[in-house]
């Protein structure tokens, strides 16, 4: 186990956010030590806007044995495996499931807490089991009896993904190979600046970008945030963005539509008092 204090903006794909104590665990005894007070769950950071002051709490990663996975996908996988990574070695095995999740840039435990996904599929799809730590053991769980719903799930309190079985069909890699580039398809308009992902749900038979686009909100600046000039419903770093800079901004969207955020929120932040501009 490795223990640590550093900026949580460096273990985030946003580029956003203060310190805290970051506890790397790689197996059963590390997690119960690190759980000994109070704590929040990290995985990849890419759903994530992390207060300027950082956390109080101690921050967890799943390493070492939480992250480990059989070549052909086979029994359990660890929450700290890269979805991409597994996408990747699903379509070498010709194996479905998972081309839904595609440019999803999360660790399963992540995509597992708030099914993260695509309008081609989501995690929950591809679930068979999940393995949860909480009240000091590991429980095991069907994934009908975890509360999924678009962008949602109803884990227990406190509760962290430590492993999961995919349920995936046989196929060929010619065809999983196509669906994912399907997926990618329909990416093509997403940018490349940092950015923690979608910003908002889409709300019922709508998307929220195209709500923020018809608002004529696209390229609107505070300080270093900017709403994406190529996609509206992503916020973006230009380069030493602060919390309250994208907090600002996601007020500045809600003020006018009335759209849930989809990002996970660390920390109490104010929306900075810069001047917005377009």
Not at 15 to 40: C, F, I, M, N, S
Not at 122 to 136: C, I, Q, S, W
Request: proline share 5%; net charge neutral.
């Amino acid at each position: 186990m490795k223990i640590v204090r550093l900026p949580l903006a460096r273990l985030t794909t946003l580029g956003v956010g203060g310190e805290a104590e970051v506890w790397t665990v790689e197996t059963l005894a590390d997690l119960v030590q690190a759980t000994q007070a109070p704590y929040r769950v990290l995985g990849n950071g890419s759903n994530l806007l992390v207060s300027d002051a950082g956390v109080a709490e101690r921050v967890i990663r799943l390493s070492g044995e939480f992250a480990e996975w059989n070549p052909d996908l086979s029994g359990w996988v660890g929450a700290g495996a890269l979805v991409p990574s597994l996408l990747q070695a699903s379509a070498r095995l010709g194996l479905s499931g998972l081309e839904g999740l595609h440019g999803v840039p999360a660790q399963v435990g992540g995509a597992v807490k708030m099914n993260a996904g695509t309008r081609f599929g989501e995690m929950a799809d591809a679930l068979e089991a999940v393995e949860l730590f909480h009240d000091g053991r590991l429980h095991h769980y069907r994934p009908s009896e975890l509360g999924f719903r678009y962008r949602h799930s109803e884990l227990p309190e406190g509760s962290i993904v430590t492993r999961v079985k995919l349920k995936l069909t046989p196929s060929s890699e010619e065809a999983v190979r196509a669906k994912i580039a399907l997926v990618d398809a329909a990416r093509k308009g997403q940018p490349k600046k940092k950015s923690a992902g979608c910003a908002f749900k889409n709300p019922p038979g709508d998307s929220a970008g195209r709500l923020i686009d018809v608002k004529g909100l696209k390229g609107t600046t505070v300080g270093k945030a900017m709403i994406s000039l190529e996609h509206g419903n992503f916020l973006v770093n230009l380069g030493g963005a602060t919390a309250a800079e994208m907090y600002a901004l996601i007020r500045k969207v809600q003020a006018v539509l009335p759209l849930e955020v989809e990002w996970e929120i660390w920390g109490e932040i104010a929306p900075a008092e810069a001047e917005v501009s377009r």
